[in-house]
């Protein structure tokens, strides 16, 4: 049974810095590219980083400020988000495609303000 489960959002002021985390169970975590996405309310879903091996790719509105890295034994994977802007606010999915579907975790909020 395929899971993931985000954690580490919270408020934080703009400038400041969060770790998200999602934990991952149920396939074989290390063959296969890991996604951060993010969603506002009435908005479509936003992709946000990739990591895929020793690949990382970053949309251009973080690109600079959120890192994404991975644990292939501890099956996480991570988004280090630093210079927060009220704009990054939005519930953060991380995301996996195998071949039978796309899964998400349940999302966890990051709300950015003063």
């Known amino acids: 049974q395929v899971q993931l489960a985000e954690s580490g959002g919270g408020l934080v002021q703009p400038g400041g810095s969060l770790r998200l985390s999602c934990a991952a169970s149920?396939?074989?975590?290390?063959?296969?590219?890991m996604r951060w996405y993010r969603q506002v309310p009435g908005e479509e879903r936003e992709w946000v980083a990739s990591?895929?091996?020793?690949?990382?790719n970053y949309a251009d509105t973080v690109k600079g400020r959120f890192i994404v890295s991975r644990d292939n034994v501890k099956n996480t994977v991570n988004l280090q988000m630093n210079a927060l802007k009220p704009e990054d606010t939005a519930v953060y999915y991380c995301?996996?495609?195998?071949?039978?579907?796309?899964?998400w975790g349940q999302g966890t909020q990051v709300t950015v303000a003063s």
């Open positions: 995301s996996v495609d195998l071949p039978q579907e796309k899964y």
């Open positions: 149920g396939f074989p975590f290390r063959n296969y590219p």
């Open positions: 990591s895929a091996g020793p690949n990382t």
